[in-house]
């Protein structure tokens, strides 16, 4: 079974700063990967997605993430942080055959300026 | 469209009584899933439904869950009888496809068992 791991409970960084959200999975095969989002009170939105082609892909919000299957990562990165990207941060994996997609723990992120 | 819609967004209840979730997803999506959310354990899948059918309740706590999709606008998660540590923000999303596609989520119903 696919499981996925977000090593960091909560990051703080400074307004302008970059980021990066670490994730890591487990499966053998090609995985499908996402990003979410979760401000206060709200539901998950969809970040960006992986499950084929090139590894570095392109979200919404100016997130980007990128897929190394020799580290088994799919980390998260924005150049410079908005005071509107603080909320947690959730990765997931998903495989071909299955319909259920593993949800990490969550990161929270915190900006202050 | 409007949306993965939830009601009610807040609950509070006192132990022992029946509560029921309600879930309307994306019109045309084929695939619902509930979901818990608690500090303890995170964002849990409880059950999924593919085209109304149940296809995995595997993670459905205990008999007092218990989940409908009488048709394709419209489930239920339904927990008799409810205790405390049922409190949590339970989570609908729907889903057109496969697995890679996107699952819209709604915006929650926050669980108080008192």
Same mark, same amino acid.
């Given at each position: ?113 | ?60 706590? /205990?008999? #007092?869950? =218990? +989940?409908?999709?009488?048709? @394709? $606008? ?8 409810? /205790?405390? #540590?049922? =409190? +949590?923000?339970?989570?609908? @999303? $729907? ?20």
């Amino acid at each position: 079974a696919q499981s996925v791991t977000q090593p960091d409970i909560h990051i703080t960084v400074s307004e302008g700063a970059s980021l990066e959200l670490r994730c890591n999975y487990s499966y053998g095969a090609t995985p499908y990967l996402f990003w979410y989002v979760q401000s206060p009170g709200q539901g998950l939105q969809l970040l960006l997605k992986y499950f084929s082609g090139d590894t570095l892909v392109q979200g919404i919000k100016g997130f980007e993430a990128e897929f190394k299957r020799s580290q088994s990562s799919f980390n998260l990165r924005k150049p410079s942080v908005h005071w509107s990207d603080a909320a947690e941060y959730f990765c997931a994996v998903g495989a071909a055959g299955y319909q259920k997609v593993t949800f990490g723990t969550g990161t929270k992120l915190q900006v202050i300026p | 469209d409007a949306g993965v819609i939830q009601s009610p967004r807040h609950e509070v209840t006192e132990m022992g009584q029946e509560v029921t979730l309600r879930c309307k997803p994306i019109s045309g999506h084929d695939y619902l899933f509930w979901y818990r959310q608690t500090m303890m354990r995170g964002l849990e899948l409880l059950i999924y439904f593919n085209n109304n059918v149940p296809i995995d309740d595997s993670g459905m706590p /205990e008999d #007092r869950f =218990s +989940a409908k999709m009488p048709n @394709a $606008s419209f489930s239920t998660l339904k927990i008799q009888p409810s /205790e405390p #540590r049922d =409190s +949590a923000v339970y989570f609908c @999303a $729907s889903r057109a496809g496969r697995i890679y596609n996107e699952q819209f989520f709604g915006p929650g119903t926050r669980l108080t068992v008192l």
